[in-house]
């Protein structure tokens, strides 16, 4: 029993119980799925409206666990955050992303840009900009091919530390991209304070884009506001071919989703690139 205020107590109930119990071996069987290296990364192509062409892809991580199968990040990631063990899975996809990027360069690809996902714990981490540096001086990988994606509630919620973070990161090249944009905070006075590359329209803007009017409104003005500030925008969950020419008629830069294709383990995304560009 649990010891609540004033002398109440709260007893678990059996679906509580078995609730925290299955919490408790998904964290006992991540721990161990870090040191056994069960991870690997997915990579959706970042697609260019006017030309088609393929100069990005983001790394998205998958856990393949011999007993659970392949695990999607939103059932694992919540759980590394609150354990801490994000920062070492967080290192693995960095490092992971760096070394298969600068591999597919060494192998004659076009030169790409690898765009990772940085969670909340990790992007508070004081060192990580130096850690990013090495990693790059590790891999052989040029800054420039580097891209970060944070969210919008990450970067505000500590604003100042942000932009000094920001900044580090970016004076070396790495390109920043805010994830999940129009999700979060509403004030936009931060955009001009932080060193940004791209805003990312989340998905729930783009599901219904074509026929709510509300939605179409809010991706148009977050185009023109981007591009004020001179920043490229990309629209993410993009599926159909009517979304597609709705957001390129709003000027949209980019985009990503299953339309183009779907996130490829390494092999079957070389695989896909190959073969569009006759390699
Ligand atoms: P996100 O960064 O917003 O990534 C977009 C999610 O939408 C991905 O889900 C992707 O597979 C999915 N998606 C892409 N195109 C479409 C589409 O056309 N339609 C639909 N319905 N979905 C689409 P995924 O891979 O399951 O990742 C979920 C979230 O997990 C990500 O959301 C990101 O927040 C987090 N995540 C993934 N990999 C990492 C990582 O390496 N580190 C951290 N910290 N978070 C990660
Ligand atoms: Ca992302
Ligand atoms: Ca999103
Ligand atoms: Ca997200």
Redesign the pocket.
């Known amino acids: 029993a649990k010891k609540m205020g004033r002398g109440n107590y709260q007893f678990f109930t059996p679906e509580m119980n078995a609730a925290a119990g299955k919490r408790l071996a998904l964290e006992r069987d991540l721990r161990r799925a870090l040191e056994l290296k069960e991870f690997e990364l997915h990579y ?1 192509p970042k697609v260019d409206m006017a030309t088609g062409d393929v100069h990005a892809m983001e ?3 998958r856990w393949r666990s011999p007993e659970r199968g392949l695990v ?3 059932e694992f ?1 919540p759980i590394a955050e609150e354990t801490g063990m ?1 920062i070492p899975l ?1 290192a693995w ?1 960095l490092h992971e992303a760096c070394r298969q990027n600068r591999a597919w360069q060494l192998s004659g690809l076009p030169r790409m840009r690898v765009a ?4 909340a714990y ?1 992007f508070r981490q004081p060192n990580l900009p130096e850690f990013v540096a090495a990693l790059l001086v590790e891999t052989g990988m040029d800054a420039s091919c580097l891209e970060l ?1 944070v969210t919008e509630s990450v970067v505000m919620h500590n604003p100042a530390d942000a932009a000094l973070t920001l900044e580090r990161l970016h004076a070396q090249g790495i390109h920043i991209s805010v ?2 944009f129009g999700t979060g905070y509403s004030s936009l006075s931060y955009l001009k304070q932080f060193q940004l590359d791209t805003l990312k329209i989340d ?1 729930s803007f783009v599901r219904d884009i074509s026929s709510n009017a509300d939605d179409a409104a809010i991706v148009k003005s977050v185009i023109a506001l981007a591009h004020s500030l001179r920043l490229k925008v990309i629209a ?4 159909t071919n009517e979304q597609l020419d709705f957001l390129r008629m709003l000027g949209c830069d980019q985009y ?4 183009s294709s779907r ?1 490829l383990p390494a092999a079957d995304f070389e695989r896909t690139l190959r073969l569009s560009i006759d390699l």
Do not use: K
Not at 116 to 119: A, K
Not at 236 to 239: A, F, Y
């Open positions: 959706q790394a998205l991580v999607p990040p939103n990631i994000i967080g996809v990772v996902n940085l969670s990790q994606e994830d999940d998905r993410e969950g993009v599926e990503q989703g299953y339309l996130p």
